[in-house]
Structures are given as C-alpha cells and as structure tokens.
C-alpha cells in the first residue's frame, strides 16, 4: 500500500519560509514524480511543484520562491517555500504519479495535507 505523509505546515508572516516534507512508504520512490499541490478554501486544488530524480517542475506562482528537492535515501521529498506571500496560503498535499505532470487527475495517490498560513 502506498502511504505519503506531510509535515511541516504553520503559520509565518508575509515574507517568511516554511519547509514542507513528504514522506512515502513507495521503496520505488525514485521511479515516480512526487508532486506538490495546494489548495485555498473555495478554490481548486492547485499545481504547486513536482521533481522525478533531478527534473523539476514549477507553477508560474511560485518560481524562484519555491524549492522542490529530494532525499532518496529516506524516501522524502521537500519543497522549501521562501518569500511567502498570503495568497500562498493554502492546504498543501504531496501525491505520486508516474510520470512529471501539472494535472491533479494523473496522480493517484495522495496524503492528507498540511495547512499553511501567511499572514499579511
């Protein structure tokens, strides 16, 4: 059964950083893109970043303030939010799919999500 578990989430203030981790159980980690995704109440669930060995993707909104990074030995992928703003709060999720995509559908499994909150 695969498992992925976040942590990391908070409250900071406008302009702070927050490192997210994502934890799976998948032993086939590096074969897979772990995606990052985000959503806001009312709103859909967002592309945030994703990474597959040394790929990466990023959403237009969080280019050069967003990190994603891997630590394959531990089965864990990070995403390091700098320069955080207050639209950028939001429920963060990590999910697996097996190939690099920005489309929530292609991802089948998903954790439970970590709350971020910026405030102003």
């Known amino acids: 059964q695969v498992r992925l578990q976040e942590s990391g989430g908070g409250s900071v203030q406008a302009g702070g950083s927050l490192r997210l981790s994502c934890v799976t159980s998948e032993v086939t980690f590096s074969s897979y893109v772990v995606g990052w995704f985000r959503q806001a109440p009312g709103k859909e669930r967002e592309f945030v970043a994703a990474i597959r060995w040394s790929s990466t993707l990023y959403s237009d909104s969080v280019k050069g303030r967003f990190s994603v990074s891997s630590d394959n030995a531990e089965n864990t992928v990070y995403l390091q939010m700098n320069n955080l703003k207050p639209e950028d709060t939001a429920v963060y999720y990590c999910?697996?799919?097996?190939?690099?995509?920005?489309?929530?559908?292609?991802?089948?499994?998903w954790g439970q999500g970590t709350q971020v909150s910026v405030s102003s």
């Open positions: 999910a697996r799919c097996p190939h690099l995509s920005t489309d929530y559908h292609q991802y089948a499994y």
